[in-house]
């Protein structure tokens, strides 16, 4: 029975990866930047992640000026108003 529930959740795991792995693509280092933060600042609190926050930072973003001043903002609580106009 057990495995039968971890089958379930890792397909529920792959497919939620998948869903906004198109947008780490697109998206800019910027906003990528903010999603991460916010990440960062909810975790740090206790709290959970909001949806499509917690991944992986693409190679091309990583020490990036523009990464680093949206892990900034996001952290500081979005003040562009990031999180609301992208999802």
Do not use: W
């Not at 529930?5 to 529920?12: N, P, R, Y």
């Not at 998948?18 to 910027?30: K, L, M, R, W």
């Not at 906003?31 to 916010?38: E, W």
Request: with cysteine.
């Amino acid at each position: 029975m057990k495995s039968k529930i971890l089958g379930i959740g890792l397909v529920i795991v792959t497919t939620l990866t998948n869903s906004y792995a198109t947008n780490i693509d697109t998206e800019s280092c910027y906003v990528l930047g903010v999603k991460f933060g916010d990440c960062v600042q909810r975790s740090s609190q206790g709290l959970l992640c909001k949806a499509g926050t917690d991944f992986v930072m693409p190679k091309r973003c990583r020490h990036n000026s523009d990464n680093d001043r949206g892990m900034r903002d996001g952290m500081s609580g979005d003040p562009k108003g990031v999180l609301n106009s992208s999802n």
